[in-house]
């Protein structure tokens, strides 16, 4: 009865406050979430990179580790997605597998494992997220305008602060008592607003091909996991952090997949991502409580 309890503690909150995003986004379909971006990407993710990095006892070569643990889990998701693509017959397979290689582990993944791990798998969560945000960046970019584009990254500010971050674990710096307080400020109300953020792109996002939309979500939602399993087992890793690593693979595609599309690729790519993006979401109001559930019964 206790794991049920601990997995409610966990969901609910990450739930409810993207509920309370699907309210008022059908409330007010005109309500402005730029201040959210914009605060989002500018000042709470560098924030929460900061503070989850630097201050909740991680040491570097736990960061460094999971950094590449799963590195290698989106070199499997790129080749489960490539597959996947070309088995239902899409035409630009290069813009349209960022959503499913570059799961939500920022708006959802992270505020999850703070709530099942505490601090610590935040502290991992985090590692984790940094990875998934250079590769935005970058990766993204490039699967999305089929070319790299350098200012992205010299303009992003999250860049910077897993630069500090990583150097801070480095050197084993302690960071200032005002500065650990900001940061965590910031990176509460940042994880409030992007989950509310997420909510209230569910209610713009539509679905233009579901029967794709949904064969592209069951590889993301399921095979995900699968793939969490695998590394798990093959490097024989034990405890929260193998949790963590379970929960971060079976996250939804991000909305970020979205955001950096529409500003690349072709409208039609762009409907297709945006697809994903819904469907996969949706689904993981079901599976999240199953992994979760998993990952506390066997990986504390």
Request: with cysteine; glycine share 6%; net charge positive.
């Amino acid at each position: 009865m206790e794991i049920y309890v601990k997995l409610f503690e966990v969901i609910f909150p990450v739930f409810f406050v993207i509920g309370i995003g699907y309210y008022l986004g059908k409330n007010n379909p005109k309500i402005d979430t730029k201040f959210i971006t914009n605060f989002a990407a500018n000042i709470g993710t560098p924030a929460m990179v900061i503070y989850a990095v630097t201050s909740t006892g991680i040491t570097f070569d736990i960061f460094k580790d999971y950094f590449w643990y799963y590195l290698l889990a989106i070199i499997c998701f790129s080749v489960v997605g490539i597959i996947n693509l070309y088995l239902i017959k899409t035409r630009d397979i290069v813009r349209e597998l960022p959503p499913l290689i570059f799961p939500n582990t920022g708006n959802m993944g992270l505020p999850i494992c703070m709530f099942a791990y505490g601090s610590e798998g935040l502290g991992v969560s985090a590692s984790i997220t940094s990875l998934i945000i250079l590769m935005h960046f970058t990766v993204g970019v490039f699967l999305a305008d089929r070319k790299f584009n350098l200012d992205v990254i010299i303009k992003n500010p999250p860049f910077y602060a897993i630069i500090f971050s990583a150097t801070v674990l480095f050197y084993d710096i302690k960071m200032p008592v005002f500065v650990i307080n900001t940061t965590e400020w910031l990176m509460y109300t940042t994880i409030f607003l992007i989950l509310m953020s997420l909510g209230i792109a569910l209610t713009r996002l539509k679905v233009f091909s579901f029967n794709k939309a949904l064969i592209s979500s069951f590889t993301r939602m399921f095979i995900g996991p699968l793939i969490g399993i695998g590394l798990i087992l093959f490097f024989d890793l034990k405890g929260f952090a193998a949790g963590v690593l379970l929960i971060q693979c079976s996250m939804p595609s991000a909305v970020l997949n979205y955001l950096v599309g529409s500003i690349y690729s072709p409208k039609k790519v762009v409907d297709s991502v945006a697809s994903t993006i819904v469907v996969s979401t949706i689904m993981s109001f079901i599976t999240i409580p199953i992994v979760v559930y998993f990952a506390l019964r066997y990986f504390s």
